[in-house]
């Protein structure tokens, strides 16, 4: 076990022998699966667009493999462990085709980073100012804890911190990205610079990408108001 993982669960009332697609929903730094729910509307959302969200709780670990061994390995424990529990415990479609990733900020980055690593799990991601420049980061001494906690993420010396780099991610895989893409920013967001590098190179890869600009920075007014687009884009292409 690497830690509790699946902190909140929404499921719409069914029938029962129907089963419905998956979206996991990833948090951001500093926040959790009781924040998504109190200060979004994404259990209405969830049941209007009959789809099953699972909200893991992954604390500051950019939902990877973390270079230090004392820290949680959350890419093993999202698509191996909780994949399979998720499965166990929920009625739900089981397929690439029927499963979505998406996440806000830190999450967005997650997101995007476990849907490249692990294509052949995931037909949509979605990412809201996710901060893809992370692994890139350099040292600050005005933000010394930051550039501490991101060290012990991505490693210390730039050539390791490239291996979980999205750019490069993107960059060096064999095939095209033939997963669904939507990311969305709010105007005032100082990532909106990286994600709309992000989707142009998406775009560049001929991937099938939407970038949906919202009103605000990043904050839950920009992030709310573009969690109903993509809800709509999940419900179609995960059924």
Known sequence: MYWLLC????VPKLSPSEKLPVLYLLHGINSGPSEIMRRSAVGNLARMHNLIVILPQAEFSYYGNPKHRW????????????????EIRFPVLRGRQHTGMAGISMGGYGAVSLGLKHPDLYGLIGARSGPFDSARHKASLRRWGQTWRIW??????????????????????KSGPGNRWLDS???????????ERWVKQLRERRADV??????????????????????????????
């Open 7 to 10: 902190d909140r669960a929404i």
């Open 71 to 86: 820290h949680a390995r959350g890419e093993d424990a999202i698509t191996r462990e909780l994949m399979a529990d998720v």
């Open 152 to 173: 012990t993420i991505f490693g210390v010396r730039p050539s390791v911190r490239r291996d979980p780099d999205v750019f490069d991610l993107l960059r060096n895989s």
């Open 185 to 195: 920013c709010g105007q005032s967001d100082p990532l909106r610079a990286v994600n």
């Open 210 to 239: 939407d970038l949906v600009e919202t009103p605000g920075g990043h904050d839950w007014q920009s992030w709310n108001d573009g969690m109903p687009r993509l809800f709509a884009s999940a419900e179609p292409a995960l059924r």
